[in-house]
């Protein structure tokens, strides 16, 4: 018979006629193989050879099961001359096939995020010992395949009045709460803050009701008390924002401050046109909406006229436990459509990452649900919350961080630099990661 039959179709035909095994049955022919393309035998094509071999032997290793023969003896234990099995020798790996592994950035990350310089030095009329600048980023972070240029920044908060924290944050701060200028101080000799946020919450009028003049005063001490570069934010009172904000950037005239925030639920013209006027930076906020991101952001351009190089955005972090991973996932689409083109998106992001410390898991000593296991004690939980608040939207995108809490500032910046280059990475001694303690 001279019928070609391939292995895959006698075994089906078998399977098809319910053929469990076969006796004084003998099977003839020769076996081809079908070779596409030419050439020396590189080596994937020797994979590819290799892989219709293994097949081949599948098929005719089951159809010699049918025939009664033990199989999965011979494949457990090697077959030797004549038939009788034997030790495999497996022979010794003695060099592995070079390849080139390349990366590069995406063809489509073709727009590079705005670069905002915050801060001003003396050089540049203002009074600062140096200026941070965030944005320019070419690809997604940390990635080798691009260039990162400016690192991530954290700015700690202080405000103008004595608040309720939770403990384990409050314990930081309790020598200092009542005067502002101490506290920023302590925030970076102490705590190695980047920057520093003042916020103006006694304006508020269901508070203090402070008037903006008055709480304008706060932010020159803070700027005599510290030289890093500040962000201004008021109480989050729409009304008496604007006006404190309008006061608090002509006390800051030509220091080069960021104003938190301009957002579509109050008159966000007022506080462009401060930033405008004296020399700032605004913060453009929205609620974890993409779209309503992109419409801020074109009325302060189009219609404030606010300078590109004046705008951070901040999409608002929701929290661990509050919804943190829609917050990453609208900041990465956020900062995708950036790198692709998307110029009402190409700003740097900056993150309320205290917002950690709302969710209840961060500062409540136990579970009110009596069948919960142990949360574990709140001294760790609180900041460990912070810190996996903070890094997982630096994975995101985002440029800045405002933050409360000195262990989790020193976590993220110790990692958020060592993925950046600044800091070598350590080679911990993991030969006792059985026995080891954190």
């Not at 205290?354 to 649900?369: V, Y």
Request: proline letters at 5%.
């Amino acid at each position: 018979m001279s019928d070609k039959l391939k292995l895959s179709d006698l075994n089906s035909i078998l399977k098809d006629l319910d053929v469990e095994s076969l006796e004084g049955v003998t099977i003839e022919g020769d076996i081809e193989l079908d070779i596409q393309g030419g050439g020396g035998m590189n080596p994937a094509m020797a994979y590819a050879l290799g892989h219709e071999a293994a097949q081949i032997s599948l098929h005719v290793a089951n159809i010699a099961r049918m025939l009664g023969y033990p199989v999965d003896q011979l494949f457990a234990q090697g077959l030797g001359a004549g038939g009788e099995t034997a030790a495999v020798q497996t022979p010794a790996i003695e060099e592995l096939l070079q390849a080139k592994f390349d990366v590069a950035r995406s063809s489509e990350w073709n727009t590079p995020i705005e670069e905002v310089t915050l801060g001003a030095t003396s050089a540049d009329g203002g009074s600062r010992g140096h200026t941070i600048t965030l944005g320019g980023e070419k690809a997604m972070p940390f990635y080798f395949d691009a260039e990162m240029p400016n690192r991530n920044y954290v700015t700690m908060d202080v405000f103008d009045m004595p608040i309720s924290m939770a403990k384990s944050v409050k314990s930081n701060y309790e020598d200092v709460m009542g005067d502002p200028a101490e506290w920023a101080k302590k925030v970076v000799n102490e705590y190695n803050a980047d920057m520093v946020t003042i916020h103006l919450i006694s304006t508020d009028p269901l508070i203090n009701d402070t008037p903006a003049r008055e709480a304008s005063k706060v932010v020159e001490d803070v700027l005599q008390a510290v030289d890093v570069p500040i962000v201004i934010g008021g109480s989050g009172n729409p009304q008496k924002d604007p006006e404190v904000l309008e006061k608090a950037a002509e006390i800051a005239e030509g220091e080069r401050a960021l104003l938190a925030s301009a957002s579509l639920n109050l008159d966000y013209e007022r506080v462009a046109k401060a930033a405008t006027d004296y020399g700032h930076a605004v913060l453009s906020w929205t609620q974890l909406e993409i779209n309503a991101q992109k419409e801020l952001n074109r009325k302060l351009m189009k219609q404030c006229n606010v300078p590109r190089e004046s705008i951070v955005m901040d999409p608002t972090t929701a929290a661990l436990g509050y919804g943190l991973d829609y917050a990453y996932s609208n900041m990465e689409r956020i900062r995708l459509s950036a790198l692709i083109g998307d110029d009402e998106l190409n700003f740097p992001m900056s993150s309320g990452t205290t917002n950690a410390w709302g969710a209840r898991e961060s500062w409540m000593k136990e579970s009110p649900i009596k069948e919960d296991s142990d949360w574990g004690p709140r001294e760790y939980r609180g900041p460990i919350w912070e810190i996996v608040t903070g890094l997982s939207l630096a994975l995101a995108g985002n440029d800045m961080f405002m933050m409360m809490h000195p262990t989790s500032v020193q976590v993220l910046k110790e990692i958020t630099q060592t993925l950046y280059g600044n800091i070598e990475a350590k080679n911990p001694d993991i030969t006792n990661w059985i026995t080891a303690e954190v």
